[in-house]
Nanobody
Framework: QVQLVESGGGLAQPGGSLRLSCVAS????????MGWYRQVPGKRRELVAA???????HYGTPVSGRFIISRGDAKSTVFLQMNKLEFGDTGVYYC?????????????WGQGTQVTVST
């Protein structure tokens, strides 16, 4: 199993920046990729950004060009640098890890951290 702990959410003004962190523990050698998703009430959880163990990155269209996902020196840490924040970036941000056991892929989730963009 993998445990994920997020930090760094909070309140920011439009045009501002926030940085989220996620630390994984447990079966970290089985992690294929880590990423960030966000959700607002009444809507489906959507991909924000993801990064593979080969450091290939993928971004959701709404954040492309504004957010940057990166990994720390330890394979078990991932960051999300959020720049030029917009009102639409408000939501609960969840850290995700795709973990492989043999041929089986399993998703693990953090508890979520609130990001609010407001004046």
């Amino acid at each position: 199993q993998v445990q994920l702990v997020e930090s760094g959410g909070g309140l920011a003004q439009p045009g501002g920046s926030l940085r989220l962190s996620c630390v994984a523990s447990g079966d970290i050698d089985n992690i294929n990729a880590m990423g960030w998703y966000r959700q607002v009430p009444g809507k489906r959880r959507e991909l924000v950004a993801a990064i593979t163990f080969l450091n290939n990155t993928h971004y959701g269209t709404p954040v492309s060009g504004r957010f940057i996902i990166s990994r720390g020196d330890a394979k078990s840490t991932v960051f999300l640098q959020m720049n030029k924040l917009e009102f639409g970036d408000t939501g609960v941000y969840y850290c995700n890890a795709e973990v492989q056991y043999g041929l089986v892929l399993t998703d693990y989730w953090g508890q979520g951290t609130q990001v609010t963009v407001s004046t």
